[in-house]
Nanobody, 133 residues
């Protein structure tokens, strides 16, 4: 059974940094782990992803150059981190870690039109990030 659990989150001032962590249990290395975020009244946005077996990454334009996704892996347990630097007030929202089995990077780090929430079946409970200006 695949489980996704969040750690970290919180508040920071604009220009500061935060790190989010997510641990995924019960999935092998042929999988994609991703971060989505959702601000009040807005659609869920896929911001970063990593293909576990290759370490390839993808970033949405809104976070490219400021956020870094990385991983730390053990057998069938994977931890993914999201280091968020140069935070802006528009980064405020609920952040979700999501995972899905993938035989290739398509739909994970090779995407057209961005990451799609419907492509991920396993989700964490979310963690709030608040950036004050």
């Amino acid at each position: 059974q695949v489980q996704v659990r969040h750690f970290g989150g919180g508040s920071a001032q604009a220009g500061g940094s935060l790190r989010l962590s997510c641990k995924v249990y019960g999935i092998n290395s042929s999988a994609c782990m991703s971060w989505f975020r959702q601000a009040p009244g807005q659609e869920r946005e896929g911001i970063a992803s990593i293909y576990i077996s290759s370490g390839d990454t993808y970033y949405a334009d809104s976070v490219k150059g400021r956020f870094t996704i990385s991983q730390d892996n053990a057998q069938n347990t994977h931890t993914v981190y999201l280091l968020m630097d140069s935070l802006k007030s528009e980064d405020t929202g609920m952040y979700y870690c999501a995972a899905e089995a993938r035989r290739s990077p398509w739909g994970c780090t090779v995407v057209t039109g961005g990451l799609r929430p419907a492509d991920f079946g396993y989700w964490g409970q979310g963690t709030q990030v608040t950036v004050s200006s």
